[in-house]
């Protein structure tokens, strides 16, 4: 049989035309146009959230060295600012380093150098602002603070400063 006779027998021809691939690639661009600027915006989130987690688990550090030690434990940020990265350190030995976080911006903060105490309390205030860059999409601010017993507290604020 002929190609021709399978048609008028009611048989249709397996795959796409070239009309319907191109129906679905043309939906497939719109439904992607649409996503895009909010996938942006939910990883300059992800961003700040995981340079938070970064910075809190740096503090929590240096304050648990500093209690396990008994010796003050600093936590000095690069030159630049903590945007640059940090060290952790008691004396003259590095504990841990942190390179630099891209994609965000830390802006207010009240101390470039973090001192704990071998007690865990640190006699140095400190609070800094985590967000986005200048330009990017996404609203989410958090500020990274420490209490009085030396514990690193973060949270989502909508205030410009913290």
């Not at 915006?41 to 030690?69: C, D, N």
């Not at 609070?127 to 603070?145: D, F, H, L, Q, Y």
């Amino acid at each position: 049989m002929t190609p021709d006779r399978h048609r008028a027998r009611g048989h249709r021809s397996r795959g796409f035309t070239l009309i319907e691939a191109m129906v679905t690639l043309a939906v497939l661009v719109i439904l992607l146009s649409v996503a895009a600027p909010s996938f942006r915006a939910y990883t300059e989130g992800q961003r700040i959230k995981t340079a938070t987690q970064e910075l809190v688990y740096g503090l929590s550090y240096a304050r648990s060295e500093a209690i396990a030690r008994r010796a003050n434990v600093s936590l000095v940020a690069a030159s630049g600012g903590f945007v640059n990265g940090w060290t952790i350190e008691t004396g003259t030995t590095v504990l841990r380093e942190q390179a630099a976080l891209s994609g965000i911006a830390i802006s207010g903060a009240t101390a470039t150098t973090l001192t704990y105490g071998l007690d865990g309390r640190s006699g140095d205030a400190f609070s800094t602002m985590i967000e986005a860059p200048s330009g990017g999409v996404s609203t989410e601010k958090r500020c990274v603070s420490i209490d009085a017993m030396g514990m690193p507290r973060s949270r989502k604020t909508a205030a410009s400063t913290c």
